[in-house]
């Protein structure tokens, strides 16, 4: 019967720490991946540009929409 099984606590997905614990610190990397690195930098500073371009653009809508609406 299910109700007189011992139930196993639920392991969160994402391994969240329970409460009052810390998380445990990432691996340690393989030095190796200096390409890797540069690649992830690269990106990193693409998706910051395309993040800027977009929120100046929706700076420039809503001044818009409030010069419009005084």
Do not use: K, N, W
């Not at 019967?1 to 329970?18: F, N, T, V």
């Not at 445990?24 to 930098?41: I, L």
């Amino acid at each position: 019967m299910l109700a007189d099984e011992i139930r196993r606590p639920y392991q969160h997905p994402y391994g969240a720490p329970a409460r009052g614990e810390r998380p445990a610190p990432p691996p340690p990397r393989p030095v190796e991946d200096e390409q890797a690195d540069g690649a992830t930098a690269e990106r990193t500073v693409h998706r910051l540009h395309h993040i800027r371009q977009v929120s100046d653009l929706a700076i420039s809508v809503i001044d818009q929409a409030l010069a419009h609406a005084s």
